[in-house]
């Protein structure tokens, strides 16, 4: 018998990503059925935190359906839609819905990503990439898992007409975040890099920018990029195209900006090379799970990290990378399995 599990979505591709790669490892183990719901939250900051302690509390009371369908926007499911034997949910706009399901439902809630400022009350499984989070409901994870396996990216690069012949690597372009501010100084580097390591290794890049590098960054780019050093280039703000699959698939080794921990994850997730790069002004609160998730996958030989103004001189020829042995999705589905004992 197939079990269901409903996949509660805020919108976040990259939180999107990690809720599907695990229900994806659960599919490959066992019989399941994948629905995915979205809701768009409409409050914010303080109202969330009434709702939390005083509307919810510790025992993650579940919200009106009003509400839940009203202010949490959660769209209209189907009378006929059969029943979850497990939700699945990452980032935190999701969690009021989320949670509100799973105890209507009476559904174990398995959440993706920091479990704070929610009690361990409120989930049956956290997988956390965070080492502060230590209640029984959590889960340490060396890596987040996502849709990327080194098996999905070998096909699609296996399948890509346009694939391009030689060595290449891959460069995958983010932009600003709340840790990480770029100047046009950061991005002048970068390019510098891609066109220093393409004369010095014979090699041509495939270049993907992303919805948040923006228009003026991307030009910057191209205007300072040797047109002789790529062999593909996905403008984002000129026209989206997504093909990181194939792309990742073709490289021989990923680097990419810092700024975003999916990106990072998915080029760990393909086993090959990766070079993380951080512009210089880099800050994280104090409480950020970030700085220590880096350097893990760091020292345990995943990624090489470096600043931006460091990259042209960065030459990792001779490093020794030490890909996972096992995909992150398999692993995680294996730890869930165990725990549900339902399956």
Known sequence: ????????????????????????????LVPVEIRQFECRPRIHGFTRHLIRLFRMGKSGKPLSAAMVHGALGLEPI?????????????????????????????????????????????????????????SPVDV??????????????????????????GPVWAMLVGGASSSHRYTAGDWLALAE???????????????TTSPRTGSETEALLREAIEPSAI??????????????????????GICTTQDSVTMVS???????PV???????TTFAGTSFLPGYFARLEKEGRTVRAELSRFAALN???????????????????ILIRRLGLF
Do not use: C
Not at 231 to 252: F, V, Y
Not at 316 to 334: S, W, Y
């Open 193 to 207: 890099g891609i066109n220093t390591w393409s004369r010095r290794d014979g090699i041509r890049w495939l270049i």
């Open 78 to 134: 189907p009378s006929a839609e059969p029943a979850p034997d497990l939700i699945i949910s990452s980032g935190g706009k999701s969690v009021f819905v989320a949670r509100t399901l799973a105890a209507r439902y009476g559904a174990p809630f398995v959440f993706l990503g920091e479990r704070k400022p929610y009690p361990a009350s409120w989930f049956h499984t956290v997988f956390t990439p965070s080492q502060e989070e230590t």
């Open 231 to 252: 062999a593909k280039a996905i403008w984002w703000a000129e026209k989206p195209e997504k093909n990181l699959a194939a792309i990742l698939g073709t490289a021989e």
């Open 316 to 334: 990792v020829a001779g490093h020794v990378f030490i890909p996972r042995v096992e995909p992150i999705q398999t692993e995680l589905a294996k």
């Open 266 to 272: 998915e080029a760990v997730a393909t086993g090959k």
């Open 140 to 165: 340490a994870i060396e890596l987040i898992p996502t849709k990327i396996t080194r098996d999905s990216v070998a096909l699609a690069a296996r399948e890509w007409d346009e694939r391009p012949a």
């Open 275 to 281: 070079v993380s790069l951080r512009p210089s002004l």
């Open 1 to 28: 018998m197939k079990r269901v599990v409903w996949i509660i979505s805020e919108g976040s591709p990259g939180h999107v990503s990690q809720s599907v790669g695990l229900a994806e490892g659960l599919a490959r």
